[in-house]
């Protein structure tokens, strides 16, 4: 989960992110490693949590940090180095929707989608794993448009504030909270033999 | 820290979803909290709401520990060069463009030097009224004279 800006890319042994980023500049690949091990997680929480688990999102994650590495020097810290690299990670999930979409509307539509997701009975909350309902979770979110999507994975999975959620996705926070609720409402129907019995 | 004001939250479901929210995240201002706990003690359904919210977020959390395969920066690594060896390649064309130059202007040269010689040549046998340079450099074996005694403005005969 992001923290504030005052602390983030300062672990708490090592290198800051500022100096990794002085030696990439300077030509040091080990630094740039170095930045794509400590984001590694988070960029994989945005881009899988956009894509589902796949070759996809592998290759999406790989070209957030390309992108990172080739615009190092356009990158002037107005905002903390793992919110930029959340919002490259955005976008690149965005342009491998996009691409789905236009190739395999069929298979990959939002309707088509939905109507596979399995509805687990009765027991299902005491019987399915965490990964079986980690899987469960990525099919509903795959079950949302692209925009709801993007909140949820945002606000939701990774704990960016509604403030952060709509810096990323330069939209107003108004925006970000409507397609939260609406979002929410949807996962509550797709995930509702999970969710609490008395769930309304 | 943005201040929901209640009256907003309670008219707005998405404002209200996003108070409820910060609520289960601790996010929210003493008093905002104090005035949702507040709410919540006297209406069950926003008890209702927040509770399956609450479980909603349980639900996905598992979602939250998403990793890529191992050696995932070995490959971004790997694809790093494509984006270097651009940059790399130019500064190689441009070591080697000195030297490529060199070799270009001795050939040059030594080309220039045998065409001047075979003029030369070419003038002594033939005795032309040009003189020596002129016949290196590739210059006609005309005299000025010789130029100017030729009338331009000669029409041609039918």
Redesign the interface.
Same mark, same amino acid.
Request: aromatic residues 8%.
């Given at each position: 989960m992001p923290s504030s800006d005052s602390v983030e890319g300062t672990p708490a042994t090592g290198t800051s992110d500022e100096e990794l980023l002085r030696r990439v500049r300077a030509g040091n690949?080990h630094a740039?490693?170095q930045l794509?091990?400590r984001y590694?997680?988070r960029v994989?929480?945005t881009i899988?949590?956009m894509l589902g688990?796949g070759a996809d999102?592998?290759d999406a994650?790989?070209?957030t940090?390309?992108r990172l590495?080739?615009r190092v020097d356009q990158f002037r810290g107005e905002s903390t180095l793992g919110t930029y690299l959340t919002r490259i990670a955005i976008n690149q999930a965005l342009q491998v929707l996009r691409k789905r979409k236009r190739w395999t509307r069929r298979f990959f539509s939002r309707e088509a989608h939905a109507d596979e997701l399995p509805h687990p009975t009765g027991d299902a909350r005491d019987d399915l794993e965490?990964?079986e309902?980690?899987q469960l979770?990525?099919r509903?979110?795959q079950a949302l448009s692209e925009d709801h999507r993007s909140v949820?994975v945002l606000?939701?999975?990774?704990?960016y504030?509604?403030?952060e959620t709509a810096e990323i996705l330069d939209i107003p926070?108004?925006t970000v909270?409507?397609r939260?609720?609406?979002a929410?409402n949807q996962?509550?129907e797709q995930?509702a033999p999970?969710?609490?019995p008395?769930?309304? | 820290m943005?201040h929901l004001p209640s009256d907003k939250a309670g008219t707005d !479901?998405? @404002?209200r979803?996003?108070q409820l929210?910060r609520f289960l995240?601790g996010?929210l201002a003493p008093q905002e909290e104090a005035r949702l706990s507040a709410q919540l003690a006297r209406d069950a359904q926003l008890q209702?709401e927040l509770?399956?919210?609450s479980?909603?977020?349980e639900?996905?959390e598992?979602?939250?520990?998403?990793?890529?395969?191992s050696g995932? !920066?070995q @490959?971004?690594?790997k694809?790093?060069p494509s984006?270097?060896s651009a940059s790399e390649t130019l500064g190689s064309f441009h070591e080697a463009l000195p030297w490529a130059f060199l070799r270009v202007a001795v050939v040059a040269l030594l080309l220039t030097a045998g065409l001047g010689a075979y003029n030369a040549g070419t003038h002594l046998q033939m005795d032309g009224e040009a003189s020596l340079v002129e016949a290196v450099l590739g210059l006609p074996d005309v005299s000025m004279e010789t130029a100017l005694a030729y009338d331009i403005f000669e029409a041609a005969d039918d």
């Open positions: 690949r740039f490693r794509v091990e590694e997680d994989a929480a899988i949590g688990p999102a592998d994650g790989q070209e940090f390309v590495f080739e965490r990964e309902r980690k979770t990525y509903a979110l949820v606000r939701l999975l990774q704990g504030s509604t403030k926070e108004g909270m409507s939260l609720y609406r929410s996962l509550k995930l999970l969710l609490a008395d769930t309304p | 943005t !479901p998405s @404002r979803h996003e929210l995240e996010s209702q509770r399956t919210l479980t909603l977020r639900t996905i598992p979602a939250t520990g998403a990793t890529f395969d995932f !920066p @490959r971004v690594m694809r790093l984006a270097a």
